[in-house]
């Protein structure tokens, strides 16, 4: 069993930058892919970025390419997830997610089992 809590959500300017915690409990951390995902009011959950068990493997969604940047640290259990020059539509609850069922970085959302509760990220204009 894996339990995921994230932190370092908050309000910041457009341009700005916020980074993500992911912090997980349970001893199999290492061997699972992570995901980030991101759910703005009235839209669907929508991937954000992946990293596999070894961090060798990412992928990203086209809207934070260049922007956004997902990284681990095993030894400490914890996932990051660096974003910088935000944009208002990166409005959103963030969520982090691990897959015990999928190899590589996946991206879709069905691939993940364990889901933290969420962080909000709110960018202002």
């Known amino acids: 069993q894996v339990h995921l809590v994230e932190s370092g959500g908050g309000l910041v300017q457009a341009g700005g930058s916020l980074r993500l915690s992911c912090a997980a409990s349970?001893?199999?951390?290492?061997?699972?892919?992570m995901g980030w995902f991101r759910q703005a009011p009235g839209k669907e959950r929508e991937f954000v970025t992946a990293?596999?068990?070894?961090?060798?493997?990412?992928g990203y969604a086209d809207s934070v390419k260049g922007r956004f940047t997902i990284s681990r640290d095993n030894a400490k259990k914890t996932g990051y997830l660096q974003m910088n020059s935000l944009k208002p539509e990166d409005t959103a609850v963030y969520y982090c997610a691990m897959s015990s069922i999928a190899a590589g970085a996946p991206i879709a959302s069905a691939a993940y089992n364990y889901w933290g509760q969420g962080t909000q990220v709110t960018v202002s204009s």
């Open positions: 349970g001893r199999t951390f290492s061997s699972y892919a």
């Open positions: 990293i596999n068990w070894s961090g060798r493997s990412t």
